[in-house]
C-alpha cells in the first residue's frame, strides 16, 4: 500500500510536513483542529504538494530528512524545482563479501 509524504502552508508561512495514506482525509484533520499540534496553532492555509511512496518505512524516512529543510528549500521541493531524490540520502549499498564467507557459501552449496 503506498504512503504518501505531503507539505502543507501555515497562515504563519511555515510548511508542515507529514505522512498518510489519504492526504485529502489527513489534510481535513488538519484544517479542523485534531490533526498535529503544530497546525492546530498555525492554522493550515492550503496543501502544497505530496509525494507517493512505496510504503510506511519508505515515507517516514522521507519524512525525516524533509524536516530538516527550511520552509524555503519546502517549497523548491512542492514547485518542482527540487526533486524528492535530492533531498534524500543516497541508498546504501550492500558491502560485498569477504572470500572467507564466498569460501563457506560454496562448500554448503557443494
Not at 44 to 53: D, G, K, W
Not at 80 to 108: I, M, W
Request: include cysteine; charge should be negative.
Amino acid at each position: 500500500m503506498p504512503w504518501f509524504l505531503y507539505l502543507i502552508e501555515c497562515e504563519d508561512g511555515s510548511v508542515y510536513t507529514g505522512i498518510a495514506v489519504d492526504v485529502q482525509a489527513r489534510f481535513d484533520k488538519h484544517v479542523n483542529g485534531t490533526g498535529a499540534r503544530y497546525t492546530r496553532s498555525r492554522k493550515p492555509r492550503q496543501l502544497l504538494a505530496s509525494f507517493e511512496l512505496a510504503d510506511r518505512s519508505s515515507a517516514s524516512r522521507a519524512e525525516y530528512w524533509v524536516k530538516r529543510l527550511t520552509a524555503v528549500e519546502k517549497r523548491a521541493l512542492a514547485a518542482g524545482v527540487r526533486t524528492l531524490e535530492s533531498v534524500l540520502p543516497p541508498p546504501v549499498e550492500a558491502e560485498p563479501e569477504s572470500e572467507s564467507e564466498v569460501e563457506a557459501s560454496e562448500k554448503d552449496t557443494a
